[in-house]
């Protein structure tokens, strides 16, 4: 099992810019996938970035597209989430994830991922 721990949440104005990273015990390049989702209360877990470390895809929610960017620092064993021109609707509880993938597929579905971080909160003011 892969632990997960994600840091570097915090509060900042709107327009403003974050970068969230997760450390991950094991860094495997075959066959993983890791993901950044984010979670309000009251409602379902929201893939917003996704990337194959095997094959170099990429992914993102709409929502989030042109603003935010997931990378890797293999070295470091670390995932990272740079969110800019950040909105208050980012207001949400961030986790990232990780799950054993075939030929890079990026799935946003929360229940096919096996390792999860216990999240880091981001809250976006106006």
């Known amino acids: 099992q892969v632990q997960l721990k994600e840091s570097g949440g915090g509060s900042v104005q709107a327009g403003g810019s974050l970068t969230l990273s997760c450390a991950v015990s094991?860094?495997?390049?075959?066959?993983?996938?890791m993901a950044w989702f984010r979670q309000v209360p009251g409602k379902e877990r929201q893939a917003i970035a996704l990337?194959?470390?095997?094959?170099?895809?990429?992914s993102y929610a709409d929502s989030v597209k042109g603003r935010f960017a997931i990378s890797q620092d293999s070295a470091k064993k670390t995932l990272y989430l740079r969110m800019d021109s950040l909105k208050p609707e980012d207001t949400a509880m961030y986790y990232c994830?990780?799950?054993?993938?075939?030929?890079?597929?990026?799935?946003?579905?929360?229940?096919?991922?096996?390792?999860w971080g216990q999240g880091t909160q981001v809250t976006v003011s106006s």
């Open positions: 094991e860094w495997n390049v075959e066959g993983e996938c």
């Open positions: 990337i194959s470390f095997e094959y170099g895809n990429l």
């Open positions: 994830a990780a799950r054993s993938c075939i030929r890079g597929y990026l799935d946003r579905y929360p229940a096919r991922y096996q390792d």
